[in-house]
């Protein structure tokens, strides 16, 4: 073979190597989620343009299983990612700010300060939600502070709406124990401080929830009367939709959440009155906080960093609200059923005529707002199976059979794999 047909078939020998290796490129972004909305996001994300396909994942708890064999997520988008144990394992998202007009200035920074370790950004907020107390327009005897309404205005009110025949409760103002939520987020007002440590474990201020407990079994005790006298109203009244005896005037106060209030039919909802729930004028804001982060397994980072560009932009944020109403996406409202982490699209953007009316005059400024410190990946399930039910405990009985964390530690060993 001579010296130039040799060269031609080493040119030839590359060019197919090369196209070999294209034809090899994915350019698909496996992103999990435990947000069922995010399969019409992500369908918006795919139309806007054409470089990176995001395939969806739904998974109850997203995260990085070892033991599957399918592909690792390039991108979780999920609760429980701020876990001190678990930063480490997502790429640092710092370039996003420094490569794209993403700026961290126009978060919330005590929300964004969670994703954040050693000036490393690694995980993202996107969205929160906040505890709302909802009551009948033109019940209350005195208007409650701007936007909020704080516990012991709360409990007075309820206090004066309370009526008893022969010892007997025929109206309530408000029961702490209608929602163990309720207890849980007193708890917090409290500053009882549920965390994780760096190892992942639960931390609290035992001090500051004993104080919490008092308040809350003196309120069923001295302002309603005693557990027995509650549990006798709940049996015979509560077994229609809160609203409703709300409407009724059978009660004063409902507690919930922004989601749950947002899944109130539109016209029932209408004839409601709501403020946030607070403590010294701060809000607790719910700690199932949605956060977006990269794995450092992702086998495609570049298109996931391309998602996460896109989508902490305020014009996506705005086109994803007209996706919650043109589709119709049932109990989904701003983005992916919560408060953006974007103050400016909560401010000028969500109480809009075309979107969310009846938040307007109704949202919290940044210094309003009381964000949970880092939590454990399963707090969720930990806070429902453990903690509310002793908080429910130790506010029925005068002493509590044992602390919380002998309680925790009990329950913890029993649930560990034998």
């Not at 988008?77 to 480490?88: A, K, V």
């Not at 701060?282 to 996460?308: C, E």
Request: charged share 25%.
């Amino acid at each position: 073979m001579t010296r130039i047909a040799r060269h031609i078939a080493q040119t030839l020998l590359c060019l197919v190597l090369i196209s070999g290796c294209t034809s090899l490129y994915d350019p698909s972004v496996v992103l999990c989620s435990n947000k069922a909305e995010f399969a019409a996001y992500a369908e918006a994300y795919n139309s806007a343009q054409s470089e990176y396909i995001v395939q969806i994942r739904y998974e109850k708890q997203p995260g990085i299983d070892q033991n599957d064999r399918r592909r690792p997520p390039d991108l979780l988008i999920s609760t429980g990612l701020t876990d001190p144990s678990l930063l480490d394992t997502f790429q640092p998202l710092n370039r996003l700010f420094k490569e794209t007009e993403t700026d961290p200035e126009d978060f919330y920074q005590n929300l964004l300060l969670l994703g954040t370790r050693e000036d490393k950004q690694h995980v993202l907020p996107l969205n929160f939600n906040l505890p709302v107390v909802v009551y009948l327009e033109g019940a209350l005897t005195e208007e409650p502070p701007e936007l909020l309404i704080p516990l012991d205005f709360m409990r007075s009110q309820s206090e004066a709406f309370n009526t008893a025949e022969d010892e007997i409760l025929s109206r309530v103002g408000f029961s702490p124990l209608w929602n163990e939520e309720f207890l849980y987020y007193t708890a917090i007002l409290f500053d009882a401080g549920f965390g994780a440590t760096e190892s992942g474990a639960v931390d609290w201020n035992p001090s500051a929830l004993g104080s919490a407990v008092e308040y809350l079994r003196s309120w069923i005790t001295e302002t309603n009367g005693g557990y027995e006298r509650e549990a006798a109203f709940r049996e015979k009244y509560m077994k229609i939709p809160y609203y409703k005896l709300l409407e009724e005037r059978r009660i004063l106060f409902y507690f919930t959440d922004t989601e749950s209030f947002m899944r109130i039919p539109p016209e029932k909802r209408e004839r409601l009155g709501f403020r946030w729930l607070s403590g010294s004028g701060q809000i607790p804001v719910l700690d199932n906080i949605t956060f977006a982060g990269v794995p450092r397994s992702a086998q495609n980072k570049a298109g996931a960093y391309d998602f996460l560009r896109w989508i902490f932009e305020s014009e996506t944020q705005t086109e994803l609200m007209e996706i919650n109403q043109y589709k119709r996406l049932k109990g989904v409202y701003g983005i992916a059923s919560g408060f953006s982490s974007l103050r400016a699209v909560n401010e000028r953007h969500l109480p809009q005529p075309h979107f969310y009316p009846f938040f307007l005059g109704h949202i919290p400024t940044a210094e309003m707002l009381r964000f949970p410190l880092r939590l454990p990946v399963h707090w969720g399930d930990m806070k429902a199976e453990i903690i509310e039910p002793w908080l429910v405990e130790a506010v029925i009985n005068p002493e509590p059979p044992e602390s919380l964390a002998t309680f925790l530690a009990t329950r913890q060993e029993s649930n560990s794999p034998k």
